[in-house]
């Protein structure tokens, strides 16, 4: 991974810093969108198996054996058994005996088995099934509790991140057990780009002003994961590796913050 840049995760694994994000790529478009990433020099793939295109985005992936691939499992399989036989499913349709990287997709705090679900995490862990474990959308008492309830804390957790909507106070948690951040929707699903101060930062550097906010999340040691579907975005995205912004560029992006800016569910209310 020579100057790719990496975090390591507190179960001394490396992660890549930036990823690709797959959602929403539908099924004919999967295999060359991730073939593209591939290409450009993305090395690390995020899907679930509620995107519903793993088989397609396995293919993509190929002989790429080296690519960090992580899935998630879906709300409807928590429980400690169930998440064994979904977790297997998944690994069927990526055609994979491993993945880097599983992740609880919600806590869905209303079925109360995120905690069960954990424990069959560290079961697929064990059996070498999932080279690392971590959460997606979990709040502050659901990581305690399943830290406290089982003794392991998540690799990562997989949250909603962008300049619209910050985060901070969930970060500093995450800092405070050694949970690495990926961001979600990283670019605001595209909407914020036209901001101003991202548009002025753009200028300034002469680089596309996606690349100017996955570097924000870049300096702040973020992961995070855009989704794009065509070469041209997918390269801007990756320009992001290849420059950096100041301390008053990043001050700048950080006063862009809004606690009400989140676009996605609630983890708290969300139990579908
Ligand atoms: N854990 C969770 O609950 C959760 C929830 C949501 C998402 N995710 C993950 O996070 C990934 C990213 O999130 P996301 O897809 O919601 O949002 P995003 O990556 O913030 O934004 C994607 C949108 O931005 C556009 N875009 C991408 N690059 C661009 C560029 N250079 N210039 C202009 N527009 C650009 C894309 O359009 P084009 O395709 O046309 O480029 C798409 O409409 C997902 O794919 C998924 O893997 C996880």
């Known amino acids: 991974m020579t100057d790719y840049p990496t975090l390591t995760l507190n179960d001394d694994r490396q992660i890549p810093q930036l990823g690709f994000g797959t959602y929403k790529i539908e099924e004919d478009e999967a295999p060359q969108a991730v073939k593209t990433a591939l290409d450009v020099g993305y090395w690390l793939v995020d899907t679930a198996a509620v995107y519903g295109n793993e088989r397609v985005v396995g293919k993509g992936v190929g002989d790429w054996s080296d690519i960090f691939l992580q899935t998630k499992i879906w709300n409807e399989s928590q429980g400690y058994d169930r998440t064994l036989k979904a977790a297997d499913k998944c690994l069927e349709r990526l055609g994979r005996d491993h993945v880097d990287m599983l992740l609880i997709h919600w806590p869905c705090p209303e079925k109360d088995l995120f905690v069960d679900t954990w424990k069959a995490f560290i079961e697929l862990r064990d059996q070498g099934k999932a080279k690392s474990i971590g959460v997606s959308n979990f ?84 992961v995070p994961i855009p989704k794009s579907t065509g070469r041209d975005h997918i390269e801007q995205n990756f320009a992001a590796l290849a420059f950096e912004l100041s301390d008053d560029q990043m001050a700048r992006i950080d006063a862009l913050d809004d606690a009400g800016g989140r676009m996605g569910p609630y983890p708290a209310e969300f139990n579908g």
């Open 139 to 222: 709040r502050e008492q659901d990581l305690k509790r399943i830290i406290d309830e089982t003794g392991v804390t998540p690799a990562l957790n997989q949250i909603e991140l962008h300049p619209s909507f910050q985060q901070r106070e969930l970060r500093k948690v995450h800092d405070d057990l050694g949970i690495v951040t990926q961001s979600w929707s990283p670019l605001g699903q595209g909407e914020g780009l036209d901001a101003g101060a991202i548009k002025d930062i753009a200028d300034e550097t002469g680089q596309p002003t996606s690349a100017v906010v996955l570097r924000w999340h870049l300096q702040h040691g973020l």
